[in-house]
């Protein structure tokens, strides 16, 4: 016989059921969330929050916390809660602002964007446009387009070039230079 303060029945509708039992099977969801679930689905079964402790390798203050959060809540109450801390500093519009320039424009008398030419563009530090940069994937010096020279005469260079692959020499006729 277990003392202490009898505990709320848990009951589960099929769908809530169905959810819990596809969470707890889950290997892609975090494995506190997978752990939470296979909690109130045992809990739903009739295990004493002790031997259900036992069971999963929590403990006791552990079964109850996530008992009366599903009781409270539903299948949310078993997502984790936003934690204390400070605020973003960098809104959304900055942050697009960011990739935005990034991928449409160049800076003046610049190839590319570097951290330090974005930040002051931008208002942001250059570790912070480092981060979105990072999160975005985003890598200005590393480019997949052709990028044209600045070569006065680099059109000169093109079609040298192109009309010798179009009309090499004829190496018959060519004789290589005597030596003296």
């Known amino acids: 016989m277990t003392l202490g303060r ?16 596809s969470m707890a099977r ?8 997978v752990r939470r679930a296979e909690i109130v689905l045992l809990a739903a079964e009739g295990w004493p929050n002790e031997a259900l402790a036992a069971m999963v390798g929590v403990t006791r203050a552990t079964v109850g916390k996530w008992r009366q959060r599903f009781l409270k809540s539903g299948l949310s109450g078993l997502h984790d809660e936003r934690r204390p801390g ?29 951290v ?13 446009v480092h981060r979105i940069w ?7 010096h590393r480019q997949n387009h052709f990028k044209l020279s600045t ?17 090499p020499p004829c190496s018959r006729h060519w ?6």
């Open 151 to 167: 070569d006065p005469f680099f059109v000169d260079k093109v079609r040298d070039m192109v009309g010798l692959y179009m009309n």
């Open 134 to 140: 990072r999160t975005f994937g985003l890598q200005p």
């Open 6 to 21: 009898p505990l709320a029945p848990l009951e589960l509708t099929e769908s809530d059921r169905e959810q819990l039992a």
């Open 86 to 114: 400070a605020l973003r500093s960098i809104k959304d519009e900055q942050v697009a602002e960011v990739v935005y320039k990034t991928l449409k424009t160049k800076p003046e008398d610049e190839t590319q964007w570097s």
């Open 175 to 180: 004789t290589p230079p005597r030596a003296k």
């Open 26 to 33: 889950s290997r892609s969801l975090p494995h506190g969330l």
């Open 116 to 128: 330090r030419s974005m930040g002051a563009e931008t208002g942001l530090s250059k570790d912070a």
